[in-house]
């Protein structure tokens, strides 16, 4: 067990990256967002591996009802501070390398990284 960020697969018929974006935030946790802002994306192996990862800023979100998980989620949905999560990170506690690297560019973005 370990903790992520929101993500899944862009399905055949959703029109656009935000579309897909939308739809999983809303089925893993409930929450529906006023905002999307593209970050940028990533290949976690281009030796191996085809796909890429996108990765978006969501702002303004509102709870709208209950996740709804696919047959192979087992979620739980916790809620944290922007310094709980920059916590999180400098502990080794968040580690699936995409998601890590999602949180990275979102701080950048918010302007919370130190160079």
């Known amino acids: ?3 992520e960020i929101p993500g899944g697969c862009v399905d055949p018929d959703d029109p656009s990256l935000e579309t897909a974006l939308a739809r ?10 006023e905002h999307y802002e593209y970050l940028g994306k990533t290949s976690a192996n281009p030796s191996t591996h085809n796909n890429w990862m996108h990765f978006y800023l969501a702002t303004g979100g509102v709870r709208e009802g209950k996740p709804s998980f696919d047959d192979n989620e087992d979620i739980e949905v916790h809620l944290f501070t922007l310094e709980e999560v920059k916590r999180m990170l400098r502990d080794k506690e968040i580690v699936q390398a995409m998601h890590t690297t999602a949180l990275f560019y979102a701080l950048e973005k918010m302007g919370h990284l130190k160079y």
């Open 1 to 3: 067990t370990m903790y």
């Open 24 to 33: 999983e935030l809303r089925e893993e946790t409930g929450y529906v967002f």
